[in-house]
Nanobody, 125 residues
Framework: VQLVESGGGSVQAGGSLRLSCTYS????????MGWFRQAPGEEREGVAA???????SYADAVKGRLTISVDSAENILFLQMNALKPEDTAMYYC????????????????????WGKGTLVPVSI
């Protein structure tokens, strides 16, 4: 299993960015996938997740601004980020797990089986 994030980069507050996570080695129809982030000096936290039923879950801090989606034909997990704030500054990671059944559960746990190496998103004022 491999997950490789891309699309990070500097952006001004109020701007938009789309992160991509290209994955391989598993059947996404049976996996739960999500985006997590870790700000400097902070613990890693769940941002958005989607499960095999297509149900999505979001952290309260990003609802209405970030959208998770999957292109199963191309094996890419996306995170569309709009109206970015300085507090969104973090390293963003994608992750996948076969055994976590729901996106809500995935959002609240760091026990995902597979992780990418991350992509940095600095948001400036």
């Amino acid at each position: 299993v491999q997950l490789v994030e891309s699309g990070g980069g500097s952006v001004q507050a109020g701007g938009s960015l789309r992160l991509s996570c290209t994955y391989s080695g598993y059947d996404d129809s049976t996996y739960c996938m999500g985006w997590f982030r870790q700000a400097p000096g902070e613990e890693r936290e769940g941002v958005a997740a989607t499960d095999s039923d297509g149900i999505t879950s979001y952290a309260d801090a990003v609802k209405g601004r970030l959208t998770i989606s999957v292109d199963s034909a191309e094996n890419i997990l996306f995170l569309q980020m709009n109206a970015l704030k300085p507090e969104d500054t973090a390293m963003y990671y994608c992750a996948a797990d076969l055994w976590i059944g729901s996106s809500g559960h995935a959002l609240g746990t760091l026990a995902m089986d597979y992780w990418g190496k991350g992509t940095l998103v600095p948001v400036s004022i």
